[in-house]
């Protein structure tokens, strides 16, 4: 994870509004959220139970999500994702690099081979175009990363994985929220996968949560997030065990009331703080609008993003990144190409939108935090130049 703490202000610099210093994230607990965790502890009933049954309702009410299991991470959900899709020993995955490790690291882990595809330049996603080519009889799987929460081109990555018989997994870490062509992610691909990490923008603290699109495999689902027993089919018998028979490999993968507690306390407002947060982000492109050395990501009208970062491509980023924090400004990369990782094989140099996208890309501060004052302060500091 890249340093994204506050900068330090610049000695006998001016202090931003509202503090020393912006920090790139900050971490959303809603002010109900003490008193219904107190609740869970003082229950003392603190593992799955009605809380994250409640959490995945709402989860599938208020943000479309389609039979989502909540789990206790977003990497969780990947690994189960991969399993239940069938993935394993001597499969390949088509994905981007431009993501956090945990989305390739899930593929070694059940014994596949990730293979990289390019980047679109101009969002960070995954390039339909550079797919088909890298297509073998061993490719199982397509997963997308919805790169700082703007959805990757899903009709495309649908027809690919429909044409050549493939499984479209989304990694939807950052993009809890995010809609494309009006459906909501989560609900479009064969399996979705978010995290509710203590940085994104619903939190559990940890957690994640796991959507298939297919009801039989969103059983399964259930299922192996807990151990592979089927615990709503298994009732306790008079000798007070379960009666249930294991019949493949399951995961102590299930979210925890406690942490469903803080969810579904955040869940509370989620519409109006991705309101706010919507309105930032046109505050900053207003006024950053034909700044000289900034070049925006591309944003389509069909689709809106979750806006869990906002990025663009700036020159000279070393200058930049230091005049900020000489302001009391975080600025960071937040992850580049994982391909360079040597588990995964190793840079790779014929990815050439993504390696381009390594130089340039830059994130600054947006969160439940920020106030339309530090946007002002943060564009004039932009404006007056790195
Ligand atoms: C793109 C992406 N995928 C997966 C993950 C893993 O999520 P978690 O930390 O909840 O396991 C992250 C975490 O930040 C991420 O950024």
Redesign the pocket.
Known sequence: ?ADISAAPLAPGAIAPPGGNSIPLFTTFVHRAAAQRVGAVLASTFLSEGKLVKEFEARLSAELGMRHPAALN??????HLALEVAGVGPGDEVILSPQ??I??ALTVVQVGATPVFADIQYTTGNIDPADIEHRITPRTKAIMA?H?GGYPCDMSELQALATKHRLVLIE?A??APGATYQGQPIGSIADFT?F???A??HLTTG???ALCARDPEKAREVFRRRWFGIDRANSPVNELGERDYDLTDVGYKYHLSDYAAALGLANLDGFSDRMARRRTLVQQYNDGLHGVAGITPFERKADRESAHWLYGFHVENRLGFIRTMRSKGIAASVV?DGIDHNTLFGGKRPELTSQRRFDETQIHIPLHDDLSAEQVDYIVAAIKQGW
């Not at 991470?73 to 990947?78: D, H, K, P, R, Y």
């Open positions: 994870m991470s977003g990497t969780s959900a990947l993501t956090f945990a989305s990363v790169w990694d870490a950052h996968c995290s509710f990490q940085i994104k940890d957690g994640g992850h």
